[in-house]
């Protein structure tokens, strides 16, 4: 079964605007993982935080994990027309921290 | 460039055909993994190796056969494929199995099964 669930499936912004993309999932996690994909492309790990961390910053990146609500967000500051990809959440569990990923949220900016 | 690299880019291929997929990891590590990723659905673990060894097949169909001859190199032999067997097959690796560490992907080959 799927762990990790995006929301919302599809966004679209304008550029300058901000993006949040919601993580929920099922169970518990050693650490959570965002990746970007563009078209047709491979994934690109963007930040990862682990299960005792609450919030962690990478440029225009905030990421936040809440355990109890078993959510995490990613927020985009100030959104580009390059910002335009898929973005996965994916949840490390397990003996060796098994990753899966969820179905993506996929981002459009228009510039 | 995330130093993984995999070929052929695009693969069409007759469901009577054998062919392979290779991935290649410049970055030194020690895990490597076989992903499928098909249209609206979660990005599917096939295959997991650390150091050589398979460690986990996720209930794939043996007419997919990963091999692993050294730690920077993997292959995903293909015979006898499905129509829905075609997808985007991303190969990724990571500094070591264990403990909390990203994966590198690389670019993926589209492969179509006619």
């Known amino acids: 079964s799927q762990q990790g669930e995006e929301d919302p499936q599809a966004l679209s912004i304008q550029e300058g605007e901000n993006a949040t993309m919601n993580c929920s999932y099922k169970?518990?996690?050693?650490?959570l993982q965002w990746y970007r994909q563009n078209s047709g492309r491979g994934l690109v790990h963007l930040i990862l935080?682990?299960?005792?961390?609450r919030e962690k910053h990478s440029g225009r990146l905030r990421v936040t994990l809440d355990t109890s609500k078993k959510s995490s967000s990613l927020l985009i500051t100030a959104s580009r027309a390059a910002d335009t990809a898929s973005y996965f959440c994916?949840?490390?569990?397990?003996?060796?921290?098994?990753?899966?990923f969820g179905i993506g949220t996929k981002l459009q900016v228009i510039p | 460039e995330t130093g993984v690299t995999q070929t052929p880019r695009h693969l069409v291929m007759g469901m009577t055909n054998k062919k392979s997929l290779k991935c290649e990891q410049h970055?030194?590590?020690?895990?490597m993994y076989w992903y499928k990723q098909s249209a609206k659905k979660p990005l599917e673990l096939m295959f997991v190796?650390?150091?050589?060894?398979?460690?986990e097949n996720n209930s794939v169909p043996s007419r997919f056969s990963p091999e692993c001859p050294n730690s920077s190199h993997l292959f995903l032999h293909l015979h006898t494929l499905q129509p829905e067997d075609s997808a985007l097959y991303l190969c990724?690796?990571?500094?070591?199995?264990?403990?909390?560490?990203?994966?590198?992907f690389g670019p993926g080959t589209r492969l179509t099964v006619t």
């Open positions: 935080i682990r299960s005792n961390e």
């Open positions: 990724a690796s990571s500094q070591e199995l264990q403990g909390a560490y990203e994966q590198y």
């Open positions: 169970t518990s996690i050693n650490n």
């Open positions: 190796y650390s150091l050589e060894e398979r460690v």
């Open positions: 970055l030194g590590h020690n895990a």
């Open positions: 994916a949840t490390a569990s397990g003996g060796y921290q098994k990753v899966t």
